[in-house]
């Protein structure tokens, strides 16, 4: 399996839970396509953790744009966004590293990288590289827009 999806535009998640930045690049994209960061903001803030039974994780999804965009307009050249990661315990997952937690990846992981995964928090399988994945989505929905195309529901 791969962290990289796509042809046209390939999109590339990377970073694991508890590491410094999870983020994701995207490349293919035309050159000026505008870049709203209010509208990745709301949709980041959408899939932020609510709730009882949601993770008590709270973090604020504060993100940079490293690459690939200049006066809010993408370059043509690979954009990619890092987030940070503030508010890890890693310790937490010492007592449970030998063990595949219910409902998560744990086993596949250790399965695929035989052993030398980042355990913790679910490592690169963690519900927080979602975080990544929107802020991809919402510039492409941003290059849907720009050619006119309109995505609904009813």
């Known amino acids: ?8 535009i390939a ?9 410094e930045e999870i983020g994701v690049v995207i490349d ?9 960061r209010e509208f ?11 709730g009882k039974i949601s993770t008590a994780r709270q973090e604020q999804d504060e993100y ?5 965009v200049f006066e809010d307009r993408t370059t043509g050249t690979p954009l990619c966004i890092c987030i940070p990661n503030t ?9 449970t590293r030998a063990l595949a937690r219910p409902g998560h990846a744990d086993y596949t992981a250790n399965t695929k990288y035989h052993g030398f995964e980042d355990y913790r928090g679910g490592g690169h399988f963690s ?8 802020a991809a989505g ?11 195309v309109m995505i609904g529901t009813h």
């Open 11 to 19: 999109v590339t998640i990377f970073g694991e839970s508890h590491g």
């Open 87 to 95: 508010q890890t315990r890693s310790k937490d997952y010492a007592a």
């Open 64 to 68: 940079r744009i490293v690459s690939g």
């Open 40 to 50: 990745i903001n709301a949709q980041l803030a959408l899939r932020r953790p609510a």
């Open 127 to 134: 519900g927080r590289i979602t975080a990544a994945v929107v």
């Open 28 to 36: 293919g994209l035309s050159p000026g396509i505008p870049v709203d």
């Open 1 to 8: 399996m791969k962290n990289t999806f796509g042809s046209s």
């Open 138 to 148: 919402a510039i492409l929905i941003g290059t849907l827009r720009n050619k006119g």
